[in-house]
């Protein structure tokens, strides 16, 4: 039996996926959490699972800095990230930090299921989709300033793209107006950028944002 731990601050979500993964004969939901920090809680409590689901959009540390105490805790525990950001916006930065796998959120309950099973045999679950990604582009995205950002820079450099004004941001993060201001100053300097316009634009021209949503 697969015990799976399911991280996500969306309780629709969390139920969802108990549902799609309940129905499968060779798997148990045993935990869930609704941030990573609760997560965390529980693993050096004594918690063992054989795979974790990780959002990436959570309040307080997120779902990359999660993944990375997850790999520098418990590095053999298999993290199938599962979230609703598109591969060009997060899937290298995850899979740099151990993920085992990286799925969206639209994915099919099939999809998901088949990409728990292959992380908990020991195997990498990448779509065609990000395959054929990951292979178009991983020569382009070598020396880009935005692969400079640490991983709060980067998450707030997407919501910026996306528009949110600082206050927005904070708020989505669970951090404090001036945490976010600080991160936004840094990631400006870092891209030799002077305002969210540029951000925007630059996001836009490396297809880093969903101009659908």
Same mark, same amino acid.
């Given at each position: 039996m697969?015990r799976?731990c399911?991280? $996500?601050d969306?309780p629709?979500?969390?139920?969802g996926?108990r549902?799609i993964?309940? $129905?499968?004969?060779?798997?148990?939901?045993? $935990? #869930?959490?609704?941030?990573g #920090?609760e997560?965390?809680m !529980?693993?050096?409590?004594g918690?063992?699972?054989d795979? &974790?689901?990780l959002?990436?959009?959570m309040p307080g540390q997120?779902?990359?800095?999660t993944? %990375?105490q997850?790999?520098?805790d &418990?590095? %053999?525990?298999?993290v199938?990230v599962l979230? #609703?950001?598109?591969?060009?916006?997060?899937?290298?930065?995850?899979? %740099?930090l151990?993920?085992?796998g990286?799925?969206t !959120?639209d994915?099919a309950p099939?999809?998901?299921?088949e990409?728990?099973?292959t992380?908990?045999? =020991?195997?990498?679950y990448i779509?065609?989709?990000?395959?054929d990604?990951?292979?178009? $582009? &991983?020569?382009?995205?070598e020396?880009?300033?935005?692969?400079?950002?640490?991983?709060?820079?980067h998450q707030?450099?997407l919501?910026?793209?996306q528009?949110?004004s &600082?206050?927005?941001v904070?708020r989505k993060?669970?951090?404090?107006?001036?945490?976010?201001s600080t991160?936004r100053?840094?990631l400006l300097? !870092?891209? =030799?950028m002077?305002n969210?316009a #540029?951000?925007?634009?630059?996001?836009?021209?490396?297809n880093?944002?969903?101009?659908?949503?």
């Open positions: 697969i799976v399911i991280v $996500d969306h629709v979500v969390r139920c996926l549902q993964l309940s $129905d499968a004969k060779d798997m148990a939901v045993v $935990d #869930e959490a609704e941030t #920090e997560m965390m !529980k693993s050096r409590g918690r063992r699972w795979v &974790v689901t959002d990436l959009a997120g779902g990359l800095e993944l %990375r997850i790999k520098a &418990v590095p %053999r525990l298999p199938l979230t #609703e950001y598109s591969e060009e916006q997060y899937a290298v930065r995850a899979l %740099r151990g993920a085992a990286y799925l !959120k994915s099939a999809k998901l299921v990409a728990v099973r992380v908990a045999s =020991g195997a990498r779509t065609p989709a990000l395959a990604f990951l292979a178009a $582009d &991983v020569s382009k995205r020396g880009l300033p935005h692969e400079s950002l640490s991983n709060r820079e707030v450099f919501f910026i793209a528009g949110r &600082v206050t927005e904070a993060l669970g951090l404090s107006v001036k945490t976010v991160n100053a840094r300097q !870092k891209m =030799g002077g969210n #540029e951000v925007v634009y630059y996001a836009i021209k490396h880093l944002v969903d101009l659908s949503v």
